[in-house]
């Protein structure tokens, strides 16, 4: 199993885990066309972020139609990007962090 540590700090990353967040069952060509990107780059990491467990990988209506959406491990590292970017408090409070954030922090 890839280490989600070291996945998160490739490029695209964020853009990535947001863009499923944002079309959950998307398709794999749609989430390339998204990024805009020719190269291979965004290919192999949302193979990385599959293999991570930050992405599940289903088949869609035909068998070379794959559709992606966020794991909870996915949705919370997510919140935690979000709320460290947004500089807002990852201390598992009830305040200055999204409930996602807490529940990471706490290990719910």
Same mark, same amino acid.
Do not use: C, W
């Given at each position: 199993?890839?280490?989600?540590?070291?996945?998160?700090?490739?490029?695209?990353?964020?853009?990535?885990?947001?863009?499923?967040?944002?079309?959950?069952?998307?398709?794999?060509?749609?989430?390339?066309?998204?990024?805009?990107?020719?190269?291979? *780059?965004?290919?192999? %990491? !949302?193979?990385?972020?599959?293999?991570?467990?930050? @992405?599940? +990988?289903?088949?869609?209506e035909n /068998?070379?139609? *794959?559709?992606?959406? %966020? !794991?909870?491990?996915?949705?919370?590292?997510?919140? @935690?990007? +979000?709320?460290?970017?947004?500089? /807002?408090s990852i201390?598992?409070?009830?305040?200055?962090?999204?409930?996602?954030?807490r529940d990471?922090?706490?290990?719910?």
């Amino acid at each position: 199993m890839t280490d989600p540590v070291d996945v998160l700090f490739d490029d695209y990353v964020v853009d990535i885990l947001t863009i499923v967040s944002e079309n959950p069952g998307i398709r794999k060509y749609t989430l390339y066309e998204e990024l805009g990107k020719t190269t291979s *780059k965004p290919r192999l %990491l !949302t193979d990385k972020l599959i293999a991570a467990g930050l @992405l599940d +990988q289903t088949p869609g209506e035909n /068998k070379s139609i *794959k559709l992606i959406s %966020l !794991t909870e491990e996915g949705e919370r590292i997510l919140a @935690l990007i +979000q709320a460290i970017k947004s500089g /807002k408090s990852i201390e598992p409070t009830n305040h200055g962090a999204p409930k996602a954030v807490r529940d990471s922090v706490r290990g719910s």
